[in-house]
Nanobody, 117 residues
Framework: QVQLVESGGGLVQPGGSLRLSCAASGSVADINDRGWYRQVPGKERELVARIASSGRLRYADSVKGRFTISKGNAGNTLYLQMHNMKPEDTGVYYC???????????WGQGTQVIVSS
């Protein structure tokens, strides 16, 4: 029914940049909101950035001014542009969407990001 696939993760040096992509397929014509989360082993998954149905953007305080979330015009893609990356940004990044009507939440498998010199 619904599939989310993240890509673009990898190794980057502190101060560098990376762009993550999420491709959504299946019954995703009516997405209410969407966002990016990240998780470090042994820690709780945390919100990085979201786009509400109104278009309002929300960012974690730790990434404000450095990360930008955006969606493709077709509505089935989601991006996270990361600049001035820090070692604390290391983790597995997950794409998430919530569908309108059913209000069901869906997650991708995640893409690993490592910030290290």
């Amino acid at each position: 029914q619904v599939q989310l696939v993240e890509s673009g993760g990898g190794l980057v040096q502190p101060g560098g940049s990376l762009r993550l992509s999420c491709a959504a397929s299946g019954s995703v014509a009516d997405i209410n909101d969407r966002g990016w989360y990240r998780q470090v082993p042994g820690k709780e998954r945390e919100l990085v950035a979201r786009i509400a149905s109104s278009g309002r953007l929300r960012y974690a305080d730790s990434v404000k001014g450095r990360f930008t979330i955006s969606k493709g015009n077709a509505g089935n893609t989601l991006y996270l542009q990361m600049h001035n990356m820090k070692p604390e940004d290391t983790g597995v990044y997950y794409c998430n969407i919530i569908l309108g009507g059913s209000w069901r939440s869906y997650w991708g498998q995640g893409t690993q990001v490592i910030v290290s010199s």
